[in-house]
């Protein structure tokens, strides 16, 4: 079964400084990767994903992900961050079972950007 | 296009009560899943469905029954709730076709006294 790690609980950091949250995920097998957003008493919205191609992909905010496969991660990250970033992030990888599709996710990284 | 709802938004319960959770999707996606999230745990899969008429066990069924008569609804029911299912519950469907891309509802916060 797959697993997914979010090495870091808590990131806090200032304003326009850059950040990386860190996701690896268990298996080599080929999967599809995801990270989610939620703001403060809302549910999850998707932030970018990986299906296939560039093993680079960016959302519309300025955030950006690397997939690398040898290294089974799929880090987030974004060069200059802004106060309204304060979030939570959860990174999430298919898991094929029974002939279906499910999404497992990390415990998730709690962003908070400080003025 | 209302997306993914949720109703309630709130609920406080007593030991032993039930109640059911309603999600409802417009976006005729074919899968519906529900969710629990506790802090420092994540996302943890209750239950899902692939199609109308079915459903399966996810990762913590045990406390939950889900059913799903018609395509656009998936309720989850909680029979004799328990303070351990004080928690946060979102729905999420996706196409069967698609990126796997699960789109989420926004949430009921359930507290079990």
């Known amino acids: 079964a797959q697993s997914v790690t979010q090495l870091d609980s808590q990131v806090p950091v200032f304003e326009e400084a850059p950040v990386e949250l860190r996701c690896n995920y268990s298996?080599?097998?080929?999967?599809?990767l995801f990270w989610y957003v939620q703001y403060p008493n809302q549910g999850l919205q998707l932030l970018l994903k990986?299906?296939?191609?560039?093993?680079l992909v960016e959302s519309i905010n300025g955030f950006e992900a690397e997939f690398n496969k040898s290294q089974t991660s799929f880090h987030l990250r974004k060069p200059s961050v802004h106060i309204s970033d304060t979030a939570e992030y959860f990174c999430?990888?298919?898991?094929?079972?029974?002939?279906?599709?499910?999404?497992?996710f990390g415990k998730g990284t709690k962003l908070t950007v400080n003025p | 296009n209302a997306g993914v709802t949720q109703t309630p938004k709130f609920r406080v319960l007593k030991t032993g009560q039930s109640m059911t959770l309603l999600c409802a999707q417009d976006?005729?996606?074919?899968?519906m899943y529900w969710y629990r999230q506790d802090p420092g745990m994540g996302l943890r899969l209750i239950h899902y469905?692939?199609?109308?008429?079915?459903?399966a066990k996810g990762e913590v069924p045990d406390g939950y029954n889900v059913s799903r008569l018609k395509k656009q609804n998936f309720l989850l029911g909680l029979e004799s709730a328990a303070p351990s299912q004080t928690s946060v519950y979102f729905c999420?469907?996706?196409?069967?076709?698609?990126?796997?891309?699960?789109?989420f509802g926004p949430g009921t916060r359930l507290t079990v006294t």
């Open positions: 469905s692939v199609g109308e008429g079915t459903t």
């Open positions: 999420a469907s996706r196409p069967r076709f698609a990126s796997y891309e699960q789109y």
């Open positions: 999430a990888v298919t898991q094929t079972q029974g002939g279906s599709e499910k999404l497992v």
């Open positions: 990986y299906l296939s191609g560039s093993t």
């Open positions: 298996s080599s097998v080929s999967v599809y």
């Open positions: 976006m005729n996606h074919e899968y």
